[in-house]
């Protein structure tokens, strides 16, 4: 048995690799997650909706990962790093990655993850680096676009009928747990910072919380009190995964493992 | 085979005001801002500078192929593509001009791009002109329509349902 494996020192380009796969890769899992309402939506407009919003992701995880992997430097490009890698290899948050439950469930944690998109990208419109400011200043006006979407969901959801509060609250109640982890500041997003790449996170979460409560308590609902007992969700950032990411990347990956370079 | 004259940067914004958007038909790619620069270098080699409309919008490799076919068909081959993010695609860029040809065809053309804060619900939407009866009793039914760009809208005069352009 050799001793573990250290994870290499976060210095540049490593560093910004790994920041712009977390980036990439919470796009491409959601975006696929939503994309699972395409044909199933609970009315024709929200059918809609959610296909538009899941093709923005997927479009800015491309612009992201097409970035990662200039930055590493080894000839992948974004169809290669979204196609041809493990779930172990993957840098998105558990959050993102959940099964798309009911839609409740679904435009809660919509809702949560574009408060947080919004935040991030504002930061990162800044940033000192040009490519990434270039990619999350675009992204930002679409992301803005989503969160009135599923804020007004929210509101909609938990000032509509019992059942609509009772679903959306109890989503919200199984989130919330896993939150924590998109703020949680590690090697990578300290290089980052010192860098003037990336902001820092600690800010973003103050940002994010203010914002996220706001609507909340505007739609009668209420975020779990003491969140010191929660099981707060940890690991995605590094690739420890639910069990979840590892089914849809099969179902996600199965065309192109299968007919690797086809084209049509 | 005749050598043709080297081209110029005015040829080639000329045939790319040919090409048309695949999904709104009636305004070049020029025109919706897509193209951001020419450039012709001193042995006629073209570049051709775009940036997407909205991220996924899947016509964008479309719209690249369209503009390559175009400036080849001209008898030009020594072309290459960049894109480029920066600045981020605003339907401010839509010239007047544009703006009438979209009423006419039917979609709502699209208001200043909206700055303001991060999260905005509820807000009171400006109304959205009629593109048909010219009303503006008409209300929103989707922030999100057939493409990327597009809401869905109603006139509650003339009873007619019609896309608006999307302000970003």
Known sequence: MTSPVLPPPAEEPNALFELLLRLGDDRLVLGSRLSEWCGHGPILEEDIATSNVALDLLGQATMFLRLAGQVEGKGRDEDALAYFREAVEFRCCQLVELPRGDFAFTMARQFLFDVYAVVTLDALSRSGNADLAAIAAKSLKEAKYHVRHSGEWMLKLGDGTDESHRRVQRALDELWRFTPELFASDDIDRAMQIAGVAPDLAQLKLEWERLVREVIGAATLTLPNDVSRLAKARGGRVGAHTEHLGHMLAEMQIVARSHPGATW | ?168
């Open chain 2, 1 to 168: 085979m005749v050598a043709r004259a080297l081209p110029s940067r005015e040829e080639v914004l000329a045939i790319l005001d040919t090409v048309m958007d695949p999904e709104v038909p009636v305004l070049s790619v020029r025109e919706l801002g897509i193209v951001r620069d020419v450039a012709v270098d001193d042995v006629g080699a073209v570049t051709v500078t775009v940036t997407p409309t909205y991220s996924g919008c899947p016509a964008i490799r479309v719209i690249e192929d369209d503009i390559l076919a175009a400036i080849h068909s001209a008898g030009i081959a020594d072309v290459r593509m960049v894109t480029v993010y920066a600045p981020a695609w605003t339907t401010d860029w839509i010239a007047p001009e544009a703006r009438a040809k979209l009423k006419a065809y039917g979609i709502a053309p699209p208001g200043p791009s909206e700055q303001g804060g991060l999260v905005q619900l509820m807000r009171a939407r400006a109304a959205v002109q009629c593109p048909y009866c010219d009303s503006m009793d008409t209300e929103t039914r989707s922030e999100f329509g057939s493409t990327a760009c597009k809401s869905v809208q109603w006139c509650r005069k003339c009873g007619q349902p019609f896309e608006a352009f999307k302000a970003i």
